[in-house]
């Protein structure tokens, strides 16, 4: 089972190291027709990035290079309509060892036992939470399709860097790429969704979340979702 | 090795809090003391709730607890993440179910858990007075109650007190609160508890 696990890391860091050096993955097929407006693009990223507040509790794998991991739990609470962001980490038995919400004015970390304790560690981990459930800051630049038939959409990021969102033809698997200026990929997030029901009144979440870290620290956080529940006081917690 | 200590400190305690057992109508620590001392074994249930400011509703874990005098202990989560800890003596391992098939652990912070098992030993014989609490009793409301305050300021920043509540049933907590701050606390209430029963030595042996 380790050695599934360390071939499975291999395998992913190969892919991010050779998709970093293949630069921007080619739209074979663009799709600039009316059809695909942007009202059909919010549709799109509203099934990936939820607009209301919601609370999600996930079992989290947090895997670093050495094959070292750990299981840890994670509720983080995300407003989209103000971009923050609340989340606590802690063991298995409920001690918190990670605390903190970020604003657009503020990032206060209200409990940090080591190795939380770090800021930059603290900044990261916000970053990436904010990567995975909020839409990207930047504008949509392509749409279109892959080679593979996915479709995909190109956002470019004020920072010169770009976001590709990835969906399979059966929408079960969505993949986030974050590269940076010059095409080194950055971040690597895969969502699996459950198979469509016919009941899709309530919102449906990703049931498995992976985000793979390539720089400037090598790691995999493997979020499987435990409970989510819609906030019903929309302002962030402070 | 401190703050390895440290992290692993609240698994260690809600895992001694458990193990603990002593007369409810105990006046005494030291009455405590020797009523630990005819326990045997542990079996029991429990439901774990974790409290926080920010939570839509407690997060609730169950699982279940066995205990053979004198240091094997296994604590057991059925839900919602399986894992068991296991302890042999001096030797503690976790273990995670992943694809039906319990994967040991190898957090390298683990082998920091050895380091509390003289803690908990200290206390599997009824003595709470340890090298990191103060323990005092309270007998109102009754059965009464426990309460354990950490010597070390260090400890305390992050745990600020254990309460061991009582049950009617003598050797048997009814729960523990362990308290982190104002905003933070987890209830762990005990179920369906039996006493010096014979547990199956394979209980505490590396899950398959």
């Known amino acids: 089972m ?43 990223l509203n099934t990936l990035f939820p607009t209301d507040s919601f609370q999600f509790v996930h079992a989290i794998e947090l895997t670093m290079a050495g094959n070292h991991s750990a299981m840890l739990m994670g509720v983080v609470n995300i407003h989209p309509r103000h971009r923050a962001i609340h989340c606590v980490i802690m063991t298995l038995e409920g001690l918190v060892l990670f605390e903190a919400d970020h604003t657009a004015e503020a990032f206060t970390i209200h409990r940090a036992i080591p190795p939380f304790d770090s800021q ?68 690597w997030v895969k969502y699996i969704f459950p198979k469509a029901t016919t009941n899709r009144r309530s919102p449906v979440f990703p049931k498995s979340i992976t985000l793979t870290a390539a720089f400037p620290s090598r790691y995999t956080l493997t979020m499987t979702l435990t409970d989510a529940n819609l906030i019903s006081n929309t302002q962030p917690l402070r | 090795m401190l703050i390895k200590k440290r992290l692993f400190l609240g ?22 003391q020797e009523a630990a001392g005819s326990i045997r074994s542990i079996s029991a249930d429990f439901i774990q709730e974790k409290h926080m400011k920010i939570l839509v509703k407690p997060l609730v874990s169950k699982g279940s607890i066995r205990f053979q005098s004198p240091d094997a202990l296994r604590f057991e989560y059925r839900e919602p993440i399986k894992n068991v800890l296991i302890m042999q003596g001096k030797s503690v391992s976790r273990y995670i179910q992943k694809e039906n098939t319990f994967i040991r652990d190898n ?29 005092t009793i309270e007998e109102a ?32 907590f009814k729960e523990v609160v362990i308290r982190e701050n104002q905003n933070s606390y987890t209830r762990l209430r005990f179920e369906k508890a039996t006493l010096n029963e014979d547990i199956n030595p394979d209980v505490f042996a590396a899950p398959k």
């Open chain 2, 141 to 172: 409301p009754e059965p009464g109650r426990i309460i354990l305050v950490p010597k070390e300021k260090a400890i305390s920043s992050f745990i600020q007190e254990i309460v061991l509540v009582l049950s009617e049933q003598p050797g048997v």
């Open chain 2, 107 to 135: 957090a390298s912070a683990m082998g920091a858990m050895t380091v509390v098992m003289d803690e908990i030993s200290q206390w599997l014989k009824g003595d709470f007075n340890t090298n990191v609490f103060d323990a």
């Open chain 1, 2 to 44: 380790r050695l599934k696990t360390a071939l499975e890391y291999l395998f992913v860091f190969t892919f991010l190291i050779s998709a970093g050096c293949a630069g921007l993955p080619p739209i074979v097929c663009p799709d600039n027709s009316a059809v695909l407006n942007k009202q059909s693009f919010s549709r799109e």
């Open chain 2, 11 to 32: 698994a260690a305690t809600v895992l001694m809090a458990a193990m603990i057992s002593v007369g409810a109508n105990a006046a005494s620590l030291a009455d405590m």
């Open chain 1, 120 to 187: 930059a560690l603290a900044r990261g981990l916000v970053s990436d939470i904010e990567l995975i459930f909020f839409t990207p800051r930047g504008r949509l630049d392509a749409w279109g399709t892959l080679e593979n038939k996915n479709t995909i959409l190109r956002f470019s990021e004020p920072d010169g860097g770009t976001i590709d969102i990835v969906i399979s033809p059966d929408r079960t698997i969505w993949t986030q790429n974050l590269r940076t200026g010059s095409h080194r990929i950055k971040r």
